[in-house]
């Protein structure tokens, strides 16, 4: 019986991290209808951006107190590269034949699993990056406090120009500075934040003054200023958080198994009931479960967003002439997605002691596994595939005889048991509830 007990402790351990990972699935599905294969990669990301986050800040602690700022730094990554994901590759093929998405979601799987293998040990990607996020987000400012209408059809590009001239200048005057003086300096800061604002306002006020005449030119100044203001201050603390942070690592590679960071209570010795072991990681992964299913849940069901969410699942063209944003509502979808799987990537990290680039594959195949088991497009339909598909697992590796047993025939069973029921039972155990939109 106490064996019975360990694999039912341990099916369900394995379940809730299926779980975890198969609601992203079922979330995306039953807003957009898309099979986002890339959503094992998204948990592999989580887990290496909690893994960073440790490494940035508290290498060598071991306070069960990190536990939730890893978290954070876990879901900060993965939700943003599910947001990039969606408004770069899918959002463009949203009316495409649908396997076009499909195939982009293996190109994307791919390509984050290779990024990780490739760049993880070196952080000088950061910095392009970084730079980019500060022209956007200095962009935003400028436009932000201009009254000249930057989206009209014809004439945006035009009048758009003296404002991307001068984060443009903005961007080259700091890039001239930091190939002659790499060292952090006061001085040299200060000289490119004056010199990026004088140069980049003045040659986007010429910019402005030849495209739109002197009265547009005099409506952007604060904008220009603005930008210029905003895009060097950012790109200077990117440089600072680069020099001071990023490269003062020794980030380990990723073309091996990195060891993921053990903490206080949630890891460590098990603990025995009876004759039955229950791993302190296997305890947090279940909570971690149940905590995520009651929040999202009450999302769902309790919030305006939810709400349209639902209505977007059912119809998204009535939803839109309703007035629901129904882009805001996708990016919505992914983010929770995204969310979850970075708990599931931390829970990984915590059982398996260690992390990996291609963790997410395998664990990827197994949660859509899971979704559809429980009915693709039902919420609680994933957490109930996961959960049976990881007791199956469990208990064929104990109990199932002879050479079909054994823990190397696990996946065998997980996927016989997805072909009985696709066969016997399509819609899954619980039946999708998503609207068939022909």
């Known amino acids: 019986m106490d064996q019975f007990i360990q694999q039912l402790v341990n099916g369900l351990t394995l379940g809730s991290l299926y779980a975890l990972i198969a609601v ?13 294969f890339a959503h094992g990669e998204v948990f592999m990301i989580g887990a290496f951006g909690a893994l960073t986050t440790y490494l940035l800040f508290f290498d060598g602690q071991t306070g069960v107190w990190i536990l939730p700022l890893m978290i954070v730094g876990a879901m900060i990554a993965s939700v943003g590269t599910a947001v990039l994901m969606e408004r770069v590759a899918y959002r463009p093929l949203r009316n495409a034949p649908r396997l076009a998405p499909l195939i982009t979601a293996i190109g994307i799987s791919v390509f984050l699993q290779e990024f990780i293998r490739i760049f993880y040990e070196r952080p000088g990607w ?28 014809i004439t945006k590009w035009r009048d758009r120009a003296p404002l991307i001239t ?8 700091w890039v001239i500075a930091r190939l002659a003086a790499r060292d952090v300096s006061v001085v040299v800061s200060a000289g490119v934040v004056v010199g990026g604002i004088v140069l980049g306002t003045a040659i986007g006020f010429l910019v402005a003054r030849f495209t739109g005449g002197a009265g547009r030119a005099q409506e952007l100044v604060k904008a220009l200023a603005a930008i210029t203001a905003v895009a060097t201050v950012l790109l ?11 490269a003062t690592i020794e980030w ?10 053990q903490l206080d209570v949630v890891s460590g010795q098990a603990l025995q009931a009876g004759g039955v072991t229950i791993q302190r990681s296997a ?12 929040l999202l849940w009450y999302f769902i069901n309790r919030t ?14 009535t939803a839109r002439l309703m007035g629901i944003n129904v882009d805001r509502i996708i990016v919505v979808a992914f983010a929770l997605g995204a969310a979850l799987a970075a708990v599931a990537g931390i829970s990984q990290g915590l059982q398996n002691n260690n992390i990996e680039f291609r963790m997410g594959f395998l664990a990827g195949l197994k949660a859509f596994t899971a979704a559809v088991l429980g009915g693709i497009g039902n919420i609680q339909g994933a957490i109930v595939g996961g959960l049976v598909l990881g007791i199956v697992e469990a208990l064929a590796t104990q109990y199932i005889p002879g050479q079909f047993g054994g823990s190397s025939w696990k996946d065998v069973w997980a996927f016989a048991i997805l072909i009985l029921v ?8 619980l039946g999708a509830r998503v609207v068939d939109r022909a």
Request: aromatic share 8%; charged share 10%.
């Open 236 to 246: 200077e603390i990117s440089w600072l958080v680069y020099k001071e942070l990023l």
């Open 166 to 173: 001068a984060g443009a200048v903005a961007l080259l005057v």
């Open 24 to 36: 992203g699935y079922t979330v995306v599905y039953g807003i957009v209808q898309l099979i986002n």
């Open 126 to 153: 950061t910095v392009p990056v970084m730079a980019a996020l500060a022209l956007g987000v200095a962009y935003l400012v400028g436009a932000g406090l201009t009254t000249v209408p930057l989206n009209h059809p």
């Open 422 to 429: 696709l066969v016997f039972r399509p819609q899954g155990l």
């Open 304 to 317: 305006r967003l939810g709400r349209g969410m639902q209505a977007v699942s059912q119809d998204p063209d």
């Open 283 to 294: 305890i947090f992964t279940v909570v971690a479960l149940v905590v995520c299913a009651a």
């Open 252 to 261: 380990p590679s990723a073309k091996q198994r990195i060891p993921f960071p």
